[in-house]
């Protein structure tokens, strides 16, 4: 490449594009290597998935096809609470992580049995290693008074839990402007400059030089990723959510598809669809979510829906993500799931500390996400 | 009876007079009026308090949005006072933190 880095415009050490979970996690990991980061953020015309998510740290059934993810998972869980008490600490801002485990409600003998039959295969693959229980109608009852007579029964992890995910947001910008970091809110990425010691980042007129860049503009990367020799080979899929008004605290803990928050927020969603960029609702798909989420907890019949919204997941062809450096580019770098907030610790952990110094995780092989396995 | 009130009504527009209950004390309405106006014109409030933090709160937006107003209305909790029409005999509480969700499916 013909230019370089411009002296005085580049004491950036990396430059993150993207600032929704998957972002702000990776820059608070450099952070705490002691880096300078600059964040490249489209603004509030993104698409988004930090703020239309279901805020599940969810663990149980992840990585049924691919023990690497399942471990990835479990790790990130692990490390979830020191890094929620260090997001708390340092602004004060109560994210609500609740770690007491989660339930995957079937309402049908044949799904419970089926998930019971998924769950038991990971267990032998994880050598014993994999807690799960399975619960019937009387023993779910017991542990959620409110369940529904005609749910055949649950799952339970003990691993799983929930947290707010828009003051989880909140609080990682919080944190990474309090270390100095830079978020810069300038429109779409236009252009991905490789030069000489570095990356030049254009954001319209804008732009702004380091010595790595990292990729995790969300469905963004697939049109960038190929700037600087990476592939990403991404799909929206679409999932509704409905809001119900604030009830008095009826449910502990978080299910795959119904959780209340801790103001009392009832959060029911769990569809996926298959529509392109359409980020938008349907009554068909809203009226299904609500009839099973009565049908789980019938009291939620006499609770007012306040609003509903659709935002788009991230998807790679198998669900997995990607973690790669680009071999035409070194210190370009992808970073790419669907799973931003259960992910989020162990992007700030590892997979930041990856970045910054090459060293490979221990609890799982990094070259399982590599992107090459989509090119056959 | 109501006490003070920063809100006037305008005698442009004379309605039929309403009567409803507020927290057991009865007060005079005009027909057409949300029951938020009426509780506002009155001079009674707060008229909730928050799930989160037990906070004192009022009619705010007046237009449905902020939800600031919700009261139990004729034994309905939750209920937007901006949004719902006086009507004769109407029972209106103020609406004490989190409702409760009742198991009561038919």
């Known amino acids: 490449m013909s230019a370089a880095l411009t002296p005085g415009h580049s004491d950036v050490d990396a430059t993150v594009v993207g600032g929704g979970l998957v972002g702000l996690a990776i820059a608070l990991g450099l952070q705490d290597q002691g880096r300078r980061v600059v964040i490249v953020d489209e603004g509030d015309i993104a698409l988004r998935a930090s ?67 998924m769950l038991a295969s990971m267990r032998l693959e994880h050598n014993d290693d994999y807690p799960f229980e399975l619960l019937d109608h009387t023993a779910l009852k017991a542990k959620v008074p409110a369940i529904g007579p005609t749910v055949a029964g649950a799952t339970w992890g003990p691993e799983d839990g929930h947290v707010n995910p828009l003051l989880l947001l ?4 919080e944190r990474f402007l309090q270390r100095q970091g830079q978020l810069l809110t300038c429109g779409p990425v236009t252009r ?30 697939k049109t960038l990723a190929p700037q600087v020799g990476l592939s990403a080979p991404l799909q929206p899929n679409r999932g509704q959510v409905l809001i119900a008004e604030r009830v008095r605290h009826f449910l502990d803990y978080p299910t795959g598809h119904v959780r209340q928050t801790g103001e009392g927020t009832i959060q029911c969603g769990d569809s996926k669809e298959d529509v392109g960029f359409d980020c938008g609702t349907t009554t068909d798909v809203l009226a299904t979510i609500a009839a099973r989420a009565v049908r789980m907890f019938p009291l939620l019949e006499q609770v007012r ?25 070194p210190g370009a770098y992808l970073v790419t799931c669907h799973s931003g907030v259960t992910l989020a610790a162990a992007h700030a952990g590892p997979i930041a500390a990856w970045i910054d110094s090459g060293q490979h995780p221990d609890d799982f092989a990094l070259e399982t996400f590599h992107g090459q396995r989509f090119s056959v | 009876m109501a006490s003070d009130s920063a809100f006037k009504r305008l005698p442009a527009n004379p309605a039929a007079v309403v009567n409803i209950w507020v927290e057991g004390q009865p007060i005079t309405a005009r027909a057409g009026e949300s029951v938020a106006a009426a509780v506002l014109a009155a001079g009674l409030g707060p008229t909730r308090t928050t799930p989160v933090s037990a906070a004192p709160r009022a009619p705010y937006c007046m237009m449905g949005v902020c939800f600031e107003c919700l009261m139990e209305i004729d034994g309905q909790p939750n209920s937007q006072g901006c949004m719902t029409q006086v009507s004769e005999g109407m029972q209106v509480r103020f609406q004490q933190g989190a409702r409760e969700p009742l198991e009561n499916a038919s």
């Not at chain 1, 340092?90 to 609500?96: C, F, L, N, R």
């Not at chain 1, 570095?198 to 469905?219: D, I, M, P």
């Not at chain 1, 829906?305 to 071999?327: K, N």
Request: proline share 2%; aromatic share 10%; with cysteine.
């Open chain 1, 51 to 117: 703020r239309g998510n279901f805020g599940l740290v969810w663990v149980q059934g992840k990585g049924d096809t691919c023990a690497d993810y399942a471990r990835l998972t479990r790790l990130s869980a692990r490390q979830w609470r020191a890094f929620a008490d260090d997001l708390t600490d340092a602004t004060g801002i109560d994210i609500q992580l609740s770690q007491i485990g989660g339930l995957y409600i079937c309402l049908s003998d044949d799904e419970l049995q089926q998930r019971q039959q």
């Open chain 1, 170 to 173: 909140r609080a990682m910008v």
């Open chain 1, 192 to 221: 991905i400059e490789p030069i000489t010691g570095g990356f030049r980042v254009h954001a319209g007129k804008q732009w702004n030089e380091s010595t790595k860049v990292v990729l995790a503009a969300g469905l963004g990367n």
């Open chain 1, 305 to 329: 829906l306040v609003r509903s919204w659709g935002a788009l997941r991230v998807m790679t062809p198998d669900g997995y993500p990607i973690y790669q450096q680009s071999e035409q580019y």
